[in-house]
Nanobody, 115 residues
Framework: QVQLVESGGDLVQPGGSLRLSCVAS????????MGWYRQAPGKQRQLVAR???????NYADSVKGRFTISRDNAKNTVYLQMNGLKPEDTAVYYC?????????WGQGTQVTVSS
């Protein structure tokens, strides 16, 4: 059974930093492409960043230069380092993987950027 568990969300001031973590189980993690998505109230869920098994990454234009996705295959964990946070980054952040024609999601972690 695939399980993704996120952590690290918090309330932070504009300009601050957070690191989100997602621990995966039930998959061969080192072969998996992992992604972070976010969903703000009243908006569609959107891709924030993705990392392949070969460590190739891609980012939404809105976070390029501020966010960094990385992975630790020994810990079955994918990270999202978020720097220079802005109020528009406020959202629930979800971990994702796609396996056997199915999207798997974590429960989400709330990130709120506010003074």
């Amino acid at each position: 059974q695939v399980q993704l568990v996120e952590s690290g969300g918090d309330l932070v001031q504009p300009g601050g930093s957070l690191r989100l973590s997602c621990v995966a189980s039930g998959i061969i993690f080192r072969f998996a492409t992992m992604g972070w998505y976010r969903q703000a109230p009243g908006k569609q869920r959107q891709l924030v960043a993705r990392i392949t098994s070969g460590d190739n990454t891609n980012y939404a234009d809105s976070v390029k230069g501020r966010f960094t996705i990385s992975r630790d295959n020994a810990k079955n964990t994918v990270y999202l380092q978020m720097n220079g946070l802005k109020p528009e980054d406020t959202a629930v952040y979800y971990c994702n993987t796609y396996l056997n024609f199915h999207n798997y999601w974590g429960q989400g972690t709330q990130v709120t950027v506010s003074s």
